[in-house]
């Protein structure tokens, strides 16, 4: 007999998939915080509820979850990268960092991309499925109960690991809401970014979701040829679609705008596309985002010397576009998307 899985299920739903066996509705409220806030999966282990519901549950329910397949920690402490296996065997990214103000879980939401970044990891095996909510759920909730055996928690999500997350959009929406659930991680709407390579007809959903969470949008170039050639996905939107629907959000949500822009060395960061760039931007609702590219062996793309980046920053600021430089965690660890998996798949692989 084939189990349902109640993991990724709101409390609503949880009530009606157990409904028939007998449970009462308030009973899904309780097993969704056994789930997702004492990160409980045994039945029989959920000592509140009667034993003949336990039983009832286990011969009919399950609770899926992650086992770590591999896992690297930063020598500072402050950043963590697990590959985590799925129940179909497939694995993803999660990355947890740690921060003075608090900690921040970057979450997967697909194994692999169909994106084609020029200079990313999570592309080079393409894209396998997406993820449901509760898988990339599973994610958020193994780092924060990793996070509590060290007497702290998670308090904000990064959607942007492997994958497109609005090519996957209602699963991501499903866990965005979740996580906001009291039951679950009760964060709020405002301590959650989203990282699209541009997907203007999902930036639009999103925009009339009423979620205030923040959008960062993947530029990376200030022209449309040197964008196609970084990101494909600026053949179906250009530049122009993509500010455009990026403005319609900023008006939508109040919210500012994020635009990432990898410096590649010799590629998109000299002084005349750093004032392309502010041209684009000034007076929009926006902000940049400076990210030094990480280098991926099979890309041989580089990132630009600090001099570099700081004369890309001072073009920008003089501009009048408000930009920063990431700060960086977990370089000692290959942090980028992408990078520990595809280093456990290709070692697997020569074994083999």
């Not at 659930?181 to 541009?198: I, N």
């Not at 919210?255 to 596309?273: F, K």
């Not at 890309?312 to 520990?340: K, P």
Request: hydrophobic content about 45%; some cysteine; glycine content about 8%.
């Amino acid at each position: 007999m084939t189990r349902t899985d109640l993991f990724g299920m709101t409390a609503g739903e949880i009530a009606a998939a157990v409904a028939p066996y007998g449970l009462e509705k308030y009973r899904g409220r309780q097993l969704a915080t056994w789930l997702y806030q004492r990160h409980v999966r045994d039945f029989a282990a959920m000592t509140d509820l009667p034993v003949k519901a336990r039983e009832v549950l286990a011969a009919h329910f399950t609770a899926g979850t992650v086992t770590v397949r591999a896992e690297q920690h930063a020598a500072d402490g402050a950043t963590s990268k697990f590959l985590l296996a799925l129940a179909d065997g497939l694995a993803v990214e999660t990355v947890l960092m740690v921060h003075d103000y608090g900690s921040s879980v970057c979450v997967s939401t697909q194994v692999g991309c169909a994106m084609g970044c020029a200079f990313c990891a999570s592309t080079l095996r393409g894209v396998e499925r997406d993820l449901t909510a509760g898988e990339i759920l599973a994610q958020a909730l193994y780092a924060d109960e990793y996070l509590r055996r060290r007497g702290a928690g998670v308090n904000s999500l990064v959607i942007m690991g492997s994958g497109e997350p609005l090519a996957n959009y209602d699963n991501v929406v499903k866990f965005i809401r979740l996580c906001h659930e009291p039951y679950c991680l009760g964060l709020s709407y405002r301590g959650v970014t989203l990282s699209t390579a541009g997907v203007v007809p999902g930036i639009d959903r999103l925009a009339a979701e009423g979620l205030p969470v923040t959008l960062a949008i993947s530029l990376h170039a200030p022209d449309d040829e040197l964008r196609t050639r970084l990101m494909p996905v600026n053949r179906t939107w250009p530049l122009a679609a993509v500010l455009a629907a990026g403005d319609r959000y900023a008006a939508a949500t109040g919210r500012r705008v994020t635009y990432e822009y990898a410096l590649i060395a010799g590629v998109n960061d000299g002084d005349a596309q750093a004032a392309a760039l502010a041209a684009l931007l000034k007076g929009r609702l926006a902000n940049v985002n400076l990210i030094p590219v990480n280098a991926v062996p099979e890309r041989g793309l580089l990132r630009p010397d600090a001099a570099r980046v700081k004369r890309f920053l001072a073009v920008l600021t003089a501009g009048r576009v408000n930009a920063t430089v990431r700060r960086e965690m977990g370089s000692d660890i290959s942090a980028a998307c992408g990078q520990l998996r595809h280093a456990v798949l290709a070692a697997e692989e020569r074994r083999e």
